[in-house]
């Protein structure tokens, strides 16, 4: 069984910066991808980002792709996602994901076996 649990997300003005944290509870944390997701009111979840079991492949979606990074230290289970000069349309709930039989290309979510509980992220403009 696999448990995710997001934090980090709040209020931030345009251009500012958040640093989302997901936390999971699992054994062998370094065989599973790690994914952050996002939905907005009224529109289909979306992939943000992918980092490989790895730790060396990154993959993102091209609307974050220079602002926002993934990154993962298997010594803690944690992967994160910081993100740096928000927009309102950032605006979301943002959602982790672990699959061990996906790669970080894999950007339809319904591919991806666990999920967190999201965590809502609000860009004021």
């Known amino acids: 069984q696999v448990q995710l649990v997001e934090s980090g997300g709040g209020l931030v003005q345009a251009g500012g910066s958040l640093r989302l944290s997901c936390a999971a509870s699992?054994?062998?944390?370094?065989?599973?991808?790690m994914g952050w997701f996002r939905q907005a009111p009224g529109k289909e979840r979306e992939f943000v980002a992918a980092v490989s079991w790895s730790v060396t492949n990154t993959y993102y979606a091209d609307s974050v792709k220079g602002r926002f990074t993934i990154s993962r230290d298997n010594a803690k289970n944690t992967v994160y996602l910081q993100m740096n000069s928000l927009k309102p349309e950032d605006t979301a709930v943002y959602y982790c994901a672990a699959d061990r039989n996906v790669g970080i290309t894999t950007i339809r979510g319904g591919l991806w076996h666990y999920w967190g509980q999201g965590t809502q992220v609000t860009v004021s403009s």
């Open positions: 699992v054994r062998a944390f370094n065989t599973y991808t």
